[in-house]
């Protein structure tokens, strides 16, 4: 690595403070800004241009699965709110709420969206008429607000973008079908598209979402050891749809009420992104996500023939549809090799007068430092594999990680221990809630992430009430 | 054109009450629905992917003039909001505005943006330090909320989708360069992507918009005779910049306060497309931006070969990049005839036993029913120039239309019949707001769309105030 010599020397190590870190690495990778209201935050073009990258994979991946685009409004009604009890309950202490409209006070104040189950809720009841008009399977873009007292970039933030999927479907059968198609899909953007593997399953019933039968989850696991919630599919049995009074004429030629699924993920994900992959020297970008996948450094830029090198380098990796810079600024090489390690670029090529004269340039992966000299009539054909390469290495890397994270325990002792080296410890319990209660506060703040598995070895038995155990259960500390 | 013979057969004429048949189009297109509350409606899956292929049509051309996305807030505090007075005046009475969050009184309510130049401002205030940062040009897509008191789909509500850019530079000519540029981006947009061609200008003092120094327009003509201010952008001058405190060190290593420019379109678009093109069958999209340029119906589906030819011709036209759908419902063919009729899809192709045995089939143009044999080898290779083929047709009969709705005038009496009959007319006035106003009472609500020229024959007088003319101006009743 570049020995960082400019305004990024600032940057705290990720061992010494890991929340400094995150702070330092969003703000002078250019990610974001604080914006004048606490907990909102200005996405700047760096940040912005990884979540297009985002939304592009996701949207094609949906458009596959036959899911369509709509947009909703960005209000809810309270007295629409209110229609699901439950669901009340989770969102109604973090609401952000306009009661002026036009200089006059709103007779049903408005809800800023937290989510919109009720407002899909209230579309598909108009639109549904027969079992020939299901699946509906509908998704939006947008941001939502939910009023956070603690906030942090990316993580946790009083408004954040997402999608939502919203879906209904003739059967509970194919309403599960799609809760997980959809986590395979999200599953999959980590692993193929963001390099970050998941632990993923079921929600216990404690940590599901409000007024959904089951919800499943993918988990990332953070450099320090603590776990990140990065994607969620709910499915919602008919709560909703009967609370709303959505019907549909079944194939008996009866009223029937639908089946129901939602599913999301955020900006978060820009967060695990940082988290996962980042160093002490900045962002580590995987290179489907980054909105420059290689820098061309020239050195001595002003010798004869080393610009145009670049920049037709550069030309011929743009046709071939790469995202490229050619960093011509006036700053010395070493400071431009600093700054596009911290906007973490996967890949930098270096091109001076002696590489230009044998013929050659020099290339260096963000992911590990490693320097591989090519002739430059290959490098154009070279890159698609060796961003392929770094793509391999980064998902591994972290995949090891994870792997290594994972031990398992049989009481709270161990779990406690467990969670406080960091990473995921497996244990077996009841199940109730009462009990993950216990043991939130047994571990200070361990929680249940995901159920491992429903089969549990005949005879073990809860750790904190005795009772049957039920399920085997991801608990880690949490963002 | 099919006889209409299913659920369709409800549309108004346009001639008959275009009013309706605008409303009848957008809910039997299934673009939009309305949603519970009053003014803001949901856009359905038809409706929102021509809003996608909009934005990926503007975005790239964005780009491709060094724009920058980002996301800022969907909120403003009020404290900040009222930092430029001539913008608040503009704005406040029509503004959402939020006091609660979390369940406690905010003690500084926040809007809900109506627009975001104060945000960027807000941002850049912070972004910016010397002449090297220059320009900065960001641009956002997202939702804004206007509390309009009488709402149509698409034209004016509540909330609308929209991208607003906002741009500093060094020099004022800078930023009047880039107000006009991003004009003729618009204009090129019209012209290439949604065949809609505009009357194009600088607003006048009465019609600019809150805080501008100079604001510019583009300005469609509806099938009713109508204007529809299609987008427009702003010179700000440095009247924001120095309300916000934004300086930078100059070259001449003194602080000074860049110049300012915005610039947006609407889902507005949407509904010019609609009011352009669309005709008693429904809408007529431009080739670019339909979500299904080509729509395979096959006759007697049930016949041997019929499918198998209908799904290769679509695979090939897919892969070609085109968006194909086969419908193999189980309908008749007249009543999908009418149905993508209704939808405005620019091409259909019918492939019958009879034509699958002489290995032909037959193309319609929406736009004009004109009917092509053509062979079946040769369809895939025919499609591309018959769809340009459509949008130059498409471009050509609204760019007449256009034409042949402006005239000249001279006074009051002649403008009012002028207008009276719908289209353009230009007239010379003195420029003044109060003439302005003057003439917008004696046409009944006709406006100052757009100066036409700023150079007018000497010797012309104004009409209302008898004072020297200064600018000629396209007058028009708009929505």
Redesign the interface.
């Known amino acids: 690595m570049a020995k960082i010599q400019n305004k990024n020397d600032a940057i705290t190590s990720r061992d010494v403070d890991f929340a400094q870190w995150y702070t330092d690495v969003c703000r002078k990778a250019e990610l974001m800004?604080y914006?004048?209201?606490k907990g909102?935050?200005?996405?700047?073009?760096y940040g912005?241009?990884i979540?297009?990258q985002i939304q592009v994979q996701l949207d094609k991946r949906f458009k596959k699965n036959g899911v369509?685009?709509?947009?909703?409004?960005?209000?809810i009604?309270t007295s629409?709110f209110n229609k699901e009890k439950e669901h009340i309950q989770g969102f109604?202490?973090?609401?952000?709420?306009?009661?002026?409209?036009?200089?006059e006070t709103l007779s049903d104040?408005?809800i800023?969206r937290p989510t919109s189950e009720v407002?899909f809720c209230?579309?598909y009841k108009?639109?549904l008429s027969s079992y020939r008009d299901l699946p509906k399977m509908?998704n939006q873009w947008?941001?939502v607000?939910r009023?956070e007292?603690t906030t942090r970039p990316f993580l946790r933030g009083s408004?954040f973008?997402w999608q939502e999927g919203h879906c209904l479907f003739e059967t509970e059968e194919e309403a599960r079908g799609n809760a997980l198609t959809m986590l395979e899909v999200y599953d999959e953007v980590g692993r193929d598209v963001l390099a970050i593997p998941f632990v993923k399953g079921r929600k216990t019933e404690h940590e599901k979402f409000a007024g959904a039968v089951a919800t499943y989850t993918i988990e990332a696991l953070m450099h320090d050891g603590k776990a990140l919630q990065a994607g969620t599919t709910h499915y919602f049995g008919q709560g909703f749809a009967e609370a709303f009074g959505i019907r549909f004429l079944g194939r008996n030629n009866k009223l029937e009420v639908p089946h129901q699924t939602s599913w999301g993920v955020s900006t978060r994900l820009i967060g695990a992104v940082i988290m996962v992959h980042g160093d002490d020297n900045g962002l580590v970008l995987p290179p489907a996500v980054a909105p420059i996948q290689v820098v061309i450094v020239p050195i001595r830029q002003e010798a004869e023939g080393i610009m145009p090198t670049c920049n037709q380098i550069k030309e011929k990796l743009v046709e071939a549809g790469y995202r490229v810079k050619v960093d011509d600024s006036d700053r010395t090489p070493g400071w431009k090799f600093a700054q596009w390690e911290m906007k973490g670029v996967p890949l930098r090529i270096e091109i001076g007068p002696r590489d230009l004269q044998e013929g050659k340039l020099m290339i260096t992966k963000r992911v590990n430092g490693e320097k591989i000299s090519l002739s430059i009539d290959e490098v154009v054909d070279k890159v698609p594999e060796i961003l392929e390469q770094i793509h391999q290495d980064m998902y591994a890397k972290a995949k090891d990680q994870l792997d290594h994270s994972v031990v398992d325990v049989e009481n709270l002792e161990q779990l406690n221990a467990a969670l406080e080296k960091g990473g995921y410890a497996r244990m077996a319990f009841c199940g109730e809630e009462e009990c993950e209660l216990k043991i939130k506060e047994a571990t200070k703040g361990g929680t249940a992430r995901a159920i491992y598995s429903e089969e549990v070895p005949e005879g073990t038995l809860c750790p904190v009430c005795g009772k049957k155990a039920t399920v085997i259960v991801y608990f880690a500390k949490a963002y």
């Open positions: 800004d914006s004048s209201v909102f935050i200005d996405y700047l073009p912005y241009a979540w297009e369509e685009n709509v947009y909703l409004p960005m209000i009604p629409l109604a202490p973090e609401t952000l709420v306009a009661t002026l409209g036009g200089g104040p408005l800023i407002l209230d579309l108009n639109l509908y947008c941001s607000v009023w007292k408004e973008l």
